[in-house]
């Protein structure tokens, strides 16, 4: 059965880190690409992050790009999400995704999803 499961959310204040997991089961992260997408209060859930299954490479959304970071373990099958300099605008809903294809070249649409993970809550305030 193929699923991912997020874990790693919880309260931080702004300015501060978390770092998210998302373990991976039922296929390989070496031939996948796992996104991050995110839902905050109020709006869509949106695109955050990507991993090509190279392990090379990986994309971000605009609004993130130089705060986060996304890594992997291979031997684990495990995708990270390093989280830094939060403001309260992260708050939100951190979804880890498998996507359809091998890379991930750009912005990931919903579309381009295969499983979905349940989530985990992550919540930037002071």
């Known amino acids: 059965q193929v699923q991912v499961v997020e874990s790693g959310g919880g309260l931080v204040q702004p300015g501060g880190s978390l770092r998210l997991s998302c373990a991976a089961s039922?296929?390989?992260?070496?031939?996948?690409?796992v996104s991050w997408f995110r839902q905050t209060p109020g709006k869509e859930r949106e695109w955050v992050s990507c991993?090509?299954?190279?392990?090379?490479?990986?994309t971000y959304a605009d609004t993130v790009k130089g705060r986060f970071t996304v890594s992997r373990d291979s031997d684990k099958n495990i995708v990270y999400l390093q989280m830094n300099d939060l403001t309260v605008e992260d708050t939100g809903i951190y979804y880890c995704?498998?996507?359809?294809?091998?890379?991930?070249?750009?912005?990931?649409?919903?579309?381009?999803?295969?499983?979905w993970g349940q989530g985990t809550q992550v919540t930037v305030s002071s």
């Open positions: 995704a498998r996507g359809r294809y091998l890379s991930c070249s750009g912005r990931v649409e919903e579309e381009d999803i295969r499983s």
């Open positions: 039922g296929f390989s992260i070496n031939y996948a690409s």
């Open positions: 991993m090509n299954s190279s392990g090379h490479k990986p």
